[in-house]
């Protein structure tokens, strides 16, 4: 259970209140952008008539471009501001979201996607920093619950483009109408965000990126597992759908919402599980819960079975990024930004593998095979749970 922290600078306003809904629409904004990339990945494959091997790279190229942003990540969040990082990332992502189906060809969007990546990374590091602050301020557990917007956003704008597709809204339009408004909704809200963070104890030092290692790297290599299996539903659950299982991609499209939307049901529900479970017990049984629930999806390759898999596997995954992104915040000796982003560089290596790795698969084997994936990483994860504290 968080506690109250005696803080050496306390943040001025906005209210925390006020701060804690627009950390929450930031969340939502990301879902949201996450959720209609999502469902439009096979639109992205049929539009430049790529297989699944590069498929796999369009995606390895957004991983690349995280990555590689989380080394500067910190560094661009001290010298901008939480604030105007936020604004910057999402102006960026909105843009690059909004551009995907417009590239006259594969070379022009490979370091779009780049930049897409990059974008999404900073932005992601500045809002869960946020969300961290947050936590210290008020004393009491909100990332679940800010990770749960996440999921409500991702929810939300698979069900709407699906709904769009059923109506034949070009996916061009869809995306770009999206990105526009992701962008001003994330411009918006950044003006009820904390003007400052607390500072850190006078001896503790501020590295704004730290290389994982000691505890550290075990929580990072957790998220890389993490991250590998929740990388791969966003990614490939609709194409698996679609391709393997045999429904149209408006209706694959409920399939991605199913998965976001327990899990933003899990994440609201997970502080006060937080507050009652000690955090191991809580992330080994929801991670056993996310490895059998896809392995009763593949093994059935029945619509009505992989519907409730998907929310099952949601609802067993929704835990592990906020346990273990707030864990590497409690680890001495760097700045929350750089704790972040330390463990999320491996977390987003999961991203960088996890493309080429199923694209690979799937080209030797299947799909349906290559989604076995989610499986072993979240049955690796319930074995690592012991090593949370």
């Not at 471009?65 to 936020?86: D, E, M, P, S, Y």
């Not at 991609?249 to 994440?267: E, L, P, S």
């Not at 835990?319 to 700045?335: D, E, F, H, K």
């Amino acid at each position: 259970m968080i506690s109250a922290i005696d803080v050496p600078t306390l943040a001025p306003a906005p209210p925390l209140r006020q701060a804690r809904w627009a950390c929450r629409a930031q969340f939502a904004a990301l879902g949201l952008l996450a959720g209609a990339w999502g469902v439009h990945i096979p639109s992205v494959k049929q539009a430049y008539e790529l297989g699944e091997a590069l498929l796999a790279v369009v995606l390895l190229a957004a991983a690349v471009g995280a990555l590689l942003a989380l080394f500067t990540a910190g560094r661009v969040i001290a010298q901008l501001g939480v604030q105007r990082a936020c604004t910057l990332a999402a102006a960026v992502m909105g843009a690059m979201l909004a551009s995907v189906l417009w590239w006259p060809s594969l070379a022009w969007l490979l370091p779009a996607m780049l930049v897409f990546g990059a974008a999404m990374s900073l932005f992601d590091v500045a809002i869960n920093t946020e969300g961290t602050a947050l936590e210290i301020l008020s004393g009491r557990a909100v990332m679940s619950n800010l990770h749960g917007m996440f999921s409500l956003g991702a929810m939300a704008g698979a069900a709407l483009t699906g709904a769009l597709l059923r109506a034949g809204i070009a996916p061009a339009l869809q995306l770009a109408a999206i990105g526009a408004a992701v962008a001003a909704l994330v411009a918006l809200a950044a003006r009820g965000m904390l003007a400052s963070h607390p500072a850190a104890a006078e001896d503790e030092p501020q590295a704004h990126f730290a290389w994982p290692r000691g505890l550290l790297l075990v929580i990072g290599l957790m998220i890389f597992a993490g991250m590998s299996a929740e990388g791969v539903m966003y990614d490939w659950s609709v194409l698996y759908l679609k391709q393997e299982v045999g429904l149209t991609q408006d209706v694959a499209a409920m399939g991605y919402a199913a998965f976001t939307g327990a899990m933003a049901a899990a994440r609201f529900g997970g502080d006060a599980l937080r507050a009652r479970l000690p955090e191991r017990s809580l992330l080994r049984g929801s991670a056993a819960l996310a490895a059998v629930a896809m392995a009763v999806v593949l093994l059935s390759g029945h619509p009505v079975v992989a519907m409730l898999g998907y929310a099952l596997v949601g609802a067993g995954l929704a835990p592990v990024v906020p346990i273990l992104y707030n864990a590497a915040t409690r680890v001495p000796g760097t700045s929350r930004a750089a704790a972040i982003a330390a463990v999320s560089s491996i977390g987003y290596a999961g991203f960088m593998i996890g493309p080429p790795l199923i694209g690979s698969i799937a080209q030797a084997v299947s799909l349906t095979a290559a989604m076995s994936v989610v499986a072993v990483m979240a049955g690796l994860l319930a074995v690592g749970a012991r090593r949370v504290g």
